[in-house]
Every structure is written in structure tokens, then in C-alpha cells.
């Protein structure tokens, strides 16, 4: 492993893919892409492409899993067969599991659920090509989907993972680099609030590394969510531009 | 007592857009002082309120609300409706019948069968219970003929227009009957399929310039226009 992974970042500091340790990938975001779904957004990020789609709130099937105070949040994450080198199985996977929760539980914090009790919310995110950081890729999308099927919220989530690679740490982990690397530090966080919803880690870090990993993360989802707003109203800057 | 947003301008969820001394108005909440908004729309002041105009949301039932829905269900004293909210709403047998409902005679499924659209108000709603709906009143019932079209619920008012300005126009140009539901469900009736079609373009532009201003006065030219287009080719 150590050779390999002294491949991963040169002396100049330049990784891979030719970024330097404290960027992004490109991100592209799109709201509303689906008509059927209630609420939809699509991101590629880098080599990644997901889309989520939301539907509800409406009432819950089966009906005993509604809750008499608040609203129900379900999640689906789910890589297609097609989303990686090896065909996947379609068959949800331990991960896949694992990591529809983690979505869910990230985005929980930031809706009113307490507003429509006894219904529920419906979030579907699909890996269709898969890079790595797919979680916070998903969770930038979910939460799009989420404003854009009206529902109310306390604010937007941004994801972004921060990592180490070769004693560098580093921003926005790609496939190989997450593999081959010692660390990934995944984290969401609501900006305006100020307050994270979702912050894990695996791989070793020392309190240093894992404090200058995270105010990277910080950073990188700042970034990530100017791109996130913008998505969001440029669905309607046509309209307001007619306006003026 | 800062200001952060101007009054129209477009915010995403969770923007700050006041603080100190305001009232979260629609679309809106506070925290330590702070107005930030919940839903992605446009920034209204009323006084000391703050309001957002949802460019997107979902219809919420109100007590008074006239509503169109389609039964989903036949049950034992009543029928399940889609009303088109988070919510199904409930018509009850006795409502629909006008006397005391004996379930040994009556077969509801005569009465309105799964599918069937109806005008319909609503008559209780809250947290605790699913709304209720009567057809008792002039003007609801079954729909038996016209054609529906659905629109985002949030641009209703705008299709109304103040005062009823927008409708009544398009009433009037077109010879239809239009019911709006505020749940975003509207009916029109006209005399020939012509008129109907006339009134369907006008409600799907509205839909599509809803944030634009002066929108009745085009609306009123577009129809004049139309109207003129199709004269002619009657004639040729």
C-alpha cells in the first residue's frame, strides 16, 4: 500500500486528477429535473452523477408507520447496477442500508417535521455513476429535491468529505483517493444555521489532522452551497428578469 | 433592527431576512430574533411581518376552503377523497344523501363511484383530524361535465387576481364557468370546447408569468387576440 499510495499526491502538491489539495471537483447542479417526483435534483460531481427525487408529504402506506406529531422521513439510496466498474447487484447492500439512513438522518434536522403530522416524505437517491464522496454528492441533492418539492425547511445541507492522503489532508475525496488513502471525514452542515448534521470518520487521524480536516470540510461545503442556491434560483431567474 | 432582504427578492430556504424587531409571517421562522425563510419565494413586508411567497409548496387544507377532489375510496358511511394535500379527506354518507343514512338500503357506490370528481368545502380540519368535506351548499356536487386542469395550489390567488380581477376577464371573454380549487384543481365549463381551450391558455400563462407584473392587462389582449384569430378563421 505504501507505494501505491505515494503515487497519490506528488511533490507539487498535485493529486490525481490534477487538483490541489484544498479543491473542489467541478459541480454541476440542476433543479427539477424530473416531472413525475414532486421535488428532484441531479449533481455531478467530478466523475459522480445522482440524481434524488422526493415525494410527499403525503400519507403514509403502510399506515402504521405514521407518527401522531411529526412527519416520517424515509430514504432510499441506491447505486445502479451500472454505477460502478464491477456490475453492482441491484439488491440493496449492507452500505446501501448503512448509508440510507446516514442521508436521512443528516437531512432530518433541517425540515419542520413537526408541521404535518401523520404523513410522510418520501426521498429517493440514485447513484448512477459512483466516484466516491457519493454520500455528500447525495445529500446536496436530497436536500435540493427537498426545497424544490415546497417542503418547509430550517435551511439548506451541503455535504463535503475531507480526507488524508500521503500525511496531506485533503478536500473532497475521489474514488482511489478514498481507497488507497489513511482517512475520510464525510460531514454535512446547515450554513445558516451553523450547525452539522452528519460527521463521520474512517481511517486514523491524529486531533490535528482531524481538526484541519474538518475546517476543510467546512470550507468546502461554504462553497458548495453558494453552487446550491444559485441551482435553485435559477429555476426562476427567468421569470424575475421578465420583470424587471 | 437590520433589514438583509429587500422587499421582492428572491430567497432559497434558510436565508436571513431580517432581524430584531419582526413577526414571522408565511414561510417564514424566527430564532434568537432572527427571520430566516423556510421555503424558496419572494420577500413581502407587512408592517412588522415578513412574509415569503412559496414559489414552490403543497395545498394545506382550511375550514371554508372550496376544493376540487376525486373519490378514492367507497366506504361503509362515506367516501375517501383526493383533495390533492398531504391529507385525504373524508365526505360522509349523510351528507351526500340529505337524510339519515341506512346502510341495509343505500349503495354509496350509486351515489359516487371511485373516480368521480366533485366541488366540495371543506368543513373542519385540523392537526388531530383529516379533513371533513360537505357538498350540501349551491354551486357543489359531482362534476358531470367540463374540463380539469391542475396548477401549482401557491399560484391560485394570482389566476383570481385582486379582487377577482384576472377570473372574472377570463370569464367574461371566454363564456365559461370557471370553480377554482384552492387546492390547485380547476374546473371549466363552456359552451363549446373552443371557449374551453381559450380558457386553459389563459390559466397556463398566468401559470407561467405568475411573478410578472401587469400580467392582466396582457391577458386581456392575449384572449382579445385569440378570439380575433379564431374569427377569422371561421370566416375564410
Known sequence: MSEKSEKLIDKKGVRLDGRKPDELRPIKLEVGVLSNADGSAYIEQGKNKILAAVYGPKELHPKHMALPDRMVLRCRYHMAPFSVQERKSPAPSRREIELSKVIREALEPSIFLEYYPKTGIDIFVEVLQADGSTRCASIVAASLALADAGIPMRDLVVACSAGKIDDTIILDLMDTEDKMGSADVPLALMPNLNAITLLQMDGTLTLEEFEKAVNLALEGCKKIYALQKEALKSKYVSVKEVEE | ?236
Open chain 2, 1 to 236: 433592527m437590520p433589514i438583509y432582504v429587500e422587499s421582492r427578492q428572491l430567497v432559497t430556504p434558510g436565508d436571513l431576512i431580517a432581524e430584531g424587531d419582526y413577526i414571522a409571517g408565511e414561510n417564514t421562522y424566527a430564532e434568537d430574533k432572527k427571520i430566516y425563510a423556510s421555503r424558496i419565494g419572494i420577500v413581502e413586508y407587512e408592517d412588522k411581518k415578513v412574509n415569503v411567497v412559496a414559489l414552490r409548496a403543497f395545498y394545506i387544507p382550511r375550514v371554508g376552503d372550496i376544493v376540487i377532489g376525486t373519490v378514492v375510496e367507497v366506504g361503509f358511511n362515506g367516501w375517501t377523497v383526493d383533495i390533492n394535500a398531504p391529507y385525504q379527506a373524508i365526505l360522509r354518507a349523510s351528507d351526500v344523501l340529505s337524510r339519515p343514512f341506512k346502510p341495509q338500503q343505500d349503495e354509496l357506490s350509486q351515489f359516487l363511484d371511485i373516480g368521480d370528481l366533485i366541488v366540495a368545502k371543506i368543513t373542519a380540519y385540523d392537526r388531530a383530524h383529516d379533513p371533513q368535506l360537505t357538498v350540501g351548499e349551491p354551486g357543489l356536487g359531482k362534476i358531470t361535465r367540463g374540463q380539469i386542469i391542475r396548477i401549482t395550489p401557491t399560484k391560485i390567488p394570482r389566476v383570481i387576481g385582486r379582487k377577482g380581477s384576472m377570473i372574472s376577464i377570463i370569464k367574461k371573454e371566454t363564456n365559461c364557468q370557471i370553480i377554482l380549487g384552492l387546492n390547485g384543481v380547476i374546473l371549466i365549463t363552456g359552451k363549446s370546447l373552443e371557449d374551453e381551450e381559450l380558457a386553459i391558455m389563459a390559466i397556463r400563462k398566468i401559470e407561467e408569468e405568475s411573478h410578472t407584473s401587469g400580467l392582466t392587462d396582457r391577458i386581456t389582449q392575449m384572449l382579445k387576440e385569440e378570439k380575433a384569430k379564431r374569427e377569422e378563421n371561421k370566416n375564410e
